[in-house]
């Protein structure tokens, strides 16, 4: 079983920051992309920023100059620093990752996710 934890979510003023984490889990043989997505009531989800394994990353445009995606590949862990936050940041976060476990091939995980609001 492959496990994604996310953790760093909270309550925040306009104009703070936050650093979400998530920890990937269980009969991990190899993580390729990982990323970010967020589910806000009423709206779609969005994918919010994307890491491959060799680090070339990729954002939603509303997100580009404040939010920063990075990786841990010793540990398993992806990163989403949140800087100038904005109410309309307001989401849960959830990450995702391709991970191939020891029993299969790779496939597509998620976590519970965090919650991130953010205050005007």
């Known amino acids: 079983q492959v496990q994604l934890v996310e953790s760093g979510g909270g309550l925040v003023q306009a104009g703070g920051s936050l650093r979400l984490s998530c920890v990937a889990s269980g009969s991990i043989s190899d993580i390729n992309a990982m990323r970010w997505y967020r589910q806000a009531p009423g709206k779609q989800r969005e994918l919010v920023a994307n890491i491959r394994s060799g680090g070339t990353t990729r954002y939603t445009d509303p997100v580009k100059g404040r939010f920063t995606i990075s990786r841990d590949n010793a540990k398993n862990t992806v990163y989403l620093q949140m800087n100038s936050l904005k109410p309309e940041d307001t989401a849960v976060y959830v990450c995702?990752?391709?991970?191939?476990?020891?029993?299969?091939?790779?496939?597509?995980?998620w976590g519970q996710g965090t919650q991130v609001t953010v205050s005007s």
């Open positions: 995702g990752a391709d991970v191939k476990s020891q029993y299969s091939s790779y496939s597509s995980y």
